[in-house]
């Protein structure tokens, strides 16, 4: 069945790195989303992206999705503490259900 | 901003007890979803239901599980038998358009199951 992997598992950074999280699946998706997970909170959506090559940004958090349509990456720019938690992707295969991928957690030092 | 409601928000229940965990989703979606996600880990499709059936499910959803429209509003998720290992978070989710294009999925603040 359709598989997403996501690395790395944990990520700590110094407040003001950079962070970047990679998404692969074993399937061509038709989209992909991105959710952050608080601690002890519920996948709120951040974005879609459906195009091939697309690229968008969220002020400091770039997503871009691959010609193959699938992988997928998370960058966010000088991360700030505000930007913990879990970082999950999610694709759409040729089913109507969403799979996630094990999500990454990143963990900030002020 | 519509949300997606569950309750209970959080249920200890007793191993071979039967639980009920329901849902309102957003109110003009057509495509419904629970998933769970057991402490620490990934979260994981375990239904999806449109047009008052089941489209799709996982191998987690086996027998012991089942879903119901039963009013047009409310979305339930109904466990027969609980077992120490269906303790998790489980999260309603909601999407308004059958096409993949506008895809997006709203999820609930989740119903947290301990089973003791």
């Known amino acids: 069945g359709q598989q997403v992997m996501q690395i790395p598992q944990y990520q700590h950074v110094q407040e003001g790195e950079d962070f970047t999280t990679y998404c692969n699946s074993s399937?061509?998706?038709?989209?992909i989303q991105w959710y952050k997970q608080r601690p002890g909170g519920h996948p709120v959506f951040l974005i879609q992206l459906v195009k091939s090559g697309e690229v968008k940004k969220q002020k400091r958090l770039t997503f871009q999705f691959g010609e193959a349509k699938k992988n997928s990456s998370l960058h966010i720019t000088a991360t700030q503490t505000t930007d913990v938690g879990t970082y999950f992707c999610?694709?759409?295969?040729?089913?109507?259900?969403?799979?996630f991928g094990q999500g990454t957690r990143l963990t900030i030092n002020p | 901003e519509p949300e997606v409601t569950q309750t209970p928000s959080h249920q200890v229940t007793q191993m071979g007890q039967e639980v009920i965990l329901r849902c309102v989703p957003i109110s003009n979606h057509l495509y419904f979803y629970w998933y769970r996600q057991i402490l620490g880990q990934k979260v994981e499709f375990l239904v999806s239901f449109y047009n008052n059936e089941i489209s799709e499910k996982s191998e987690i959803f086996d027998d012991q599980f089942s879903v119901e429209r039963p009013d047009g509003s409310n979305f339930t998720l109904k466990i027969r038998s609980t077992k120490l290992e269906d303790s998790a978070m489980y999260f309603c989710a909601s999407r308004r358009f059958v096409s993949d294009r506008r895809n997006t999925i709203y999820f609930g603040e989740g119903s947290w199951l301990t089973v003791v």
């Open positions: 399937t061509t998706l038709s989209n």
């Open positions: 999610a694709g759409t295969g040729p089913s109507q259900k969403l799979v």
